[in-house]
């Protein structure tokens, strides 16, 4: 019963490398998240995906993009690194439906030096 | 677009002391809200929800919340603390439109003293 699972936990990347952060569900759900965690201003959207094939921004998307391999893997890339890009990730997932809360993974911690 | 709002970034409470987290929510539809916790360096996990079946809302750990439409509160509850609680606990709420995404407060610190 893995739940949420996001690979890598840590990571550190010079300015301007790439990376792309991996999460996968096993709960069957249909929409997946990616949320980043910085100090003082709680966990802001980065992009989320309402079912398979659909992908949309959230509050915070510059400077990122997503894949929805499928239903089960949701894919977090940084193009470009740039320091204001260190922060923790979080993936989440939920299904369909008002009343259900996130389930999230254990995040990544990415530091952009 | 819905929002909360958490006051007080940190709150310190003694062990056996109760525990009040405050979030007030702005929405013009009925809100369905969420209190999720967060230990060090672990993940964010579900407490409790309100999705309007009850005003007051049990949760895990002894948790509980009490919806209060005439105040736009949703307020986290917790007779006595214990040691285990200290942690970040964040509260929700989840867009009634589009993709029904969740929208967090800034979090709230909880440091309980022994």
């Known amino acids: 019963n893995a739940g949420v699972t996001q690979t890598p936990k840590f990571q550190v990347l010079k300015t301007g490398q790439s990376m792309t952060l991996q999460c996968a569900q096993d709960?069957?759900?249909?929409?997946m998240y990616w949320y980043r965690q910085d100090p003082g201003m709680g966990l802001r959207l980065i992009y989320y995906s309402a079912s398979e094939g659909t992908t949309d921004k959230g509050e915070v998307p510059n400077g990122y993009n997503v894949s929805r391999l499928n239903k089960r893997e949701f894919s977090l890339r940084l193009e470009s690194a740039a320091p204001s890009q260190t922060s923790v990730y979080f993936c989440a997932s939920t299904p369909t439906g008002m009343t259900y809360g996130y389930t999230f993974g254990s995040g990544t911690r990415l530091t952009v030096v | 677009a819905q929002s909360v709002t958490q006051l007080g970034s940190h709150v310190s409470v003694s062990e056996g002391a109760l525990v009040l987290l405050r979030c007030n929510y702005s929405?013009?539809?009925?809100?369905?809200l969420f209190w999720y916790v967060q230990y060090p360096n672990q993940g964010l996990q579900l407490l409790l929800k309100?999705?309007?079946?009850?005003?007051l809302v049990k949760g895990i750990n002894g948790f509980e919340a009490e919806f209060k439409k005439s105040e736009t509160s949703f307020h986290l509850t917790k007779p006595s603390a214990h040691m285990s609680d200290a942690a970040e606990y964040f509260c929700?709420?989840?867009?009634?439109?589009?993709?029904?995404?969740?929208?967090f407060g800034t979090g709230t610190k909880l440091q309980v003293i022994p």
């Open positions: 309100y999705t309007s079946a009850a005003t």
């Open positions: 929405s013009s539809v009925p809100p369905y």
């Open positions: 709960m069957n759900h249909n929409s």
């Open positions: 929700a709420v989840r867009d009634s439109g589009g993709y029904q995404k969740v929208t």
